[in-house]
Nanobody, 123 residues
Framework: QVQLVESGGGLVQAGGSLRLSCAASGRIFTSYAVGWFRQAPGKEREFVAVVTRNSRNSYYADSVKGRFTISRDDAKNTVYLQMNSLKPEDTAVYYC????????????????WGQGTQVTVSS
């Protein structure tokens, strides 16, 4: 199994930036796609971004395109989510997760999840 720990969340004003990290322990995750998801109060968990094996492809939800950037450093077993131009609607708990499946934007494709980190964006 892969154990995942998110960090870097916090409280920022609209227009600000945060950089989230997802650190893996145990098995290295070079063979996995790694995605970021978020869940706001009263909402279902939704896809945010994913980077595939060997950083061959990256995909983003329409709501974050042009503002968020996902990257991975396999030597450090870490994936990052750079979030710029944050909006109040970005407020959520952010989770990272791994999958070996092809459908990398589907929540149900992911087998291992972290515990999440809170991101709050104030107006």
């Amino acid at each position: 199994q892969v154990q995942l720990v998110e960090s870097g969340g916090g409280l920022v004003q609209a227009g600000g930036s945060l950089r989230l990290s997802c650190a893996a322990s145990g098995r290295i995750f070079t063979s996995y796609a790694v995605g970021w998801f978020r869940q706001a109060p009263g909402k279902e968990r939704e896809f945010v971004a994913v980077v595939t094996r060997n950083s061959r492809n990256s995909y983003y939800a329409d709501s974050v395109k042009g503002r968020f950037t996902i990257s991975r450093d396999d030597a450090k077993n870490t994936v990052y989510l750079q979030m710029n131009s944050l909006k109040p609607e970005d407020t959520a708990v952010y989770y990272c997760a791994t999958t070996g499946q092809w459908a990398v934007t589907a929540t149900t494709s992911y087998n291992y999840w972290g515990q999440g980190t809170q991101v709050t964006v104030s107006s």
